[in-house]
């Protein structure tokens, strides 16, 4: 069993950043791909990115190319979304989540555990 913690979510105005945690126990992440996703009210939830085993080349939602950054630290049991210059249409609540798979998937029934999430609103 993988427990996982969201945190760093919060309200702030478009334009602004935040650092999204994802902090893991029970068992060692470093065999889990690790994915965000984010749901928006009245929405399905969606894939945001995702990060291999060994954090070689994350993907990411067309929505966020090129704004966030995922990242992990295997030794501490830790991985960041970073979110930068973030926009009204990112409101929603983000969940970390860990897939036993080797490939990186953008799927959410491919990932088996899941943290509670945490809100991020953005202000016009």
């Known amino acids: 069993q993988v427990q996982l913690v969201e945190s760093g979510g919060g309200l702030v105005q478009a334009g602004d950043y935040l650092r999204l945690s994802c902090a893991a126990s029970?068992?060692?992440?470093?065999?889990?791909?690790i994915g965000w996703f984010r749901q928006a009210p009245g929405k399905e939830r969606e894939f945001v990115a995702a990060?291999?085993?060994?954090?070689?080349?994350?993907v990411y939602a067309d929505s966020v190319k090129g704004r966030f950054t995922v990242s992990r630290d295997n030794a501490k049991n830790m991985v960041t979304l970073e979110m930068p210059n973030l926009k009204p249409e990112d409101t929603a609540v983000y969940y970390c989540a860990a897939s036993p798979g080797v490939s990186l998937t953008t799927a959410p029934t491919r990932y088996i555990y899941w943290g509670q999430g945490t809100q991020v609103t953005v202000s016009p």
């Open positions: 029970g068992r060692t992440i470093r065999s889990y791909v």
């Open positions: 990060i291999s085993r060994l954090a070689e080349s994350p």
